[in-house]
């Protein structure tokens, strides 16, 4: 009887191998024999899944994106309040540079592609788009100071995770020291939670 092959599974594969070529050698290191090699499949084999270099990389933008969202979701599920959840949410983010660097260090080669593919770029502003308003969303709820805008402030804290996931992947900060900034600030902007250490959910990512 023939084996029966997963498609999709051998198609994620593929494009995860993808995905660490672009960690590792930015996008001008994608081809189909490298991708196929990093595999371990035939060349053959890659050029059936994909048309192409260019639906190859779309395919691991989606791998890399997916990654990303489900250590945030695996992060936040057992937040015990919208402030906890804000937290574990950010500390996700920041953690990505111990426990996600490939997804991290490819999506800084995807931008410059973003700019001129208007799939990849959909799916960034998408992305992007949809965790701006679930952070605003979670600072509204979390018992923000009077002045605080929840839009303008989920664009802060974003910037300021990622900002120190790329600290943390470099070695400039230790996660510790990284969490410990987010405490300050979450703790500045939101006076009514708990937050950091008075959280029950004080933790950090282990880095």
């Given amino acids: ?9 051998r198609r994620e594969e593929i494009a995860q191998a993808a995905l660490r070529l672009c960690a590792r050698d930015g996008l001008a290191g994608v ?27 779309r395919a691991s933008a989606h791998v890399m994106r997916g990654e990303i969202e489900r250590r945030i979701l ?16 950010l500390l996700a983010v ?3 540079g111990v426990t996600a660097p490939i997804p991290l260090l490819a999506g800084h080669a995807f931008l410059a592609r973003a700019v001129g593919d208007p799939e990849i770029r959909d799916l960034y502003r998408a992305g992007g788009d ?62 009514g939670a708990a937050t950091g250490s008075d959280s029950p959910s004080s933790s950090r990512p282990s880095g």
């Fill in 74 to 89: 695996e992060a936040v599920r057992d937040a015990r309040s919208p402030a906890d959840t804000l937290r574990r949410a």
């Fill in 31 to 57: 081809t189909i024999g490298q991708v196929a090699q990093e595999a371990g499949v035939s060349k053959g084999l890659v050029q059936h899944y994909f048309a192409g270099k260019a639906d190859l990389l």
């Fill in 130 to 191: 949809a965790v701006h308003r679930e952070i605003a969303a979670l600072v509204a709820a979390s018992g923000p100071a009077a002045d605080v805008d929840p839009g303008a402030e989920a664009h802060a804290l974003l910037g300021l995770a990622r900002g120190l996931a790329d600290g943390v992947l470099l070695g400039e900060l230790a996660v510790g020291d990284a969490a410990a900034i987010v405490d300050h600030h979450l703790r500045r902007i939101l006076p």
């Fill in 1 to 9: 009887m023939p084996k029966q092959v997963d498609h999709a599974a």
């Fill in 94 to 96: 920041v953690g990505l």
